[in-house]
């Protein structure tokens, strides 16, 4: 089955810097990589996903990247602010027409952005 | 408003009690999943399904038990709550029938259990 690794576990910046979080995938059939943000007593929220097909997308402040040949993809989060201070979950999983299986979470990174 | 809603949000039980955790969905999803919490931590799957009678283990079945008799109602059951089943449990849903993307996977609130 699916394996995801993420790194750091524990990310600190200062406010205004970026932040890069990293993660791997071992399974070449996943097609699908969310990325969760979870602030401190609250659900986990998607602020950003990839499918296979494509190698990079941003929103604002926000872009994930996908290296599909090295099953890798990562989230970079520009000028950073305190209220992006949470835990961010990676994922992937495949989905669509040729099948779905659930998606499996990486372990999380805590980002501290310091003002 | 299309939403997940959990009840109960916090839970304070026995050790050996029975406790049923609720979920309903108006997503009008077809596919919803049960994790377990601990605050900040992994996200561990433990049932899930992807339509009306069926459903699936996850890693940590965590010896509970779901069902899927409507589509929009998922409950998890702990027959004998113990302490290693302190922790926060949200559920989940996605697919088919729901106003956001095909894929995006939403979250209820979460159901707080304590059992002593």
């Known amino acids: 089955g699916e394996n995801v690794e993420q790194h750091p576990s524990t990310l600190s910046v200062q406010e205004g810097d970026s932040a890069v979080i990293k993660c791997t995938y071992s399974?070449?059939?996943?097609?699908?990589f969310p990325w969760y943000k979870q602030e401190l007593g609250k659900r986990p929220q998607l602020i950003i996903d990839?499918?296979?097909?494509?190698g990079e997308k941003k929103d604002q402040r926000i872009a994930v990247t996908l290296n599909k040949t090295a099953k890798h993809f990562s989230l970079h989060i520009t000028e950073t602010q305190p209220e992006d201070s949470a835990v961010y979950f990676c994922a992937a999983s495949r989905a669509g027409i040729s099948g779905n299986t659930p998606l499996v979470f990486g372990k999380g990174t805590r980002l501290s952005v310091i003002a | 408003e299309a939403d997940i809603y959990q009840t109960p949000r916090y839970l304070v039980i026995g050790t050996g009690k029975k406790i049923t955790l609720e979920c309903s969905q108006t997503m009008g999803h077809d596919k919803m999943y049960w994790y377990q919490q601990d605050p900040g931590m992994e996200l561990h799957l433990i049932h899930y399904s992807y339509g009306v009678n069926s459903t699936e283990k996850g890693d940590l079945s965590s010896e509970s038990t779901v069902s899927r008799i409507r589509t929009e109602h998922f409950p998890l059951t702990l027959e004998s709550a113990r302490p290693s089943h302190t922790s926060q449990y949200l559920c989940a849903s996605s697919g088919v029938g729901g106003p956001r993307s095909f894929y995006e996977q939403y979250f209820g609130p979460g159901t707080r259990l304590t059992v002593t």
């Open positions: 990839i499918r296979s097909n494509v």
């Open positions: 399974d070449s059939a996943s097609n699908y």
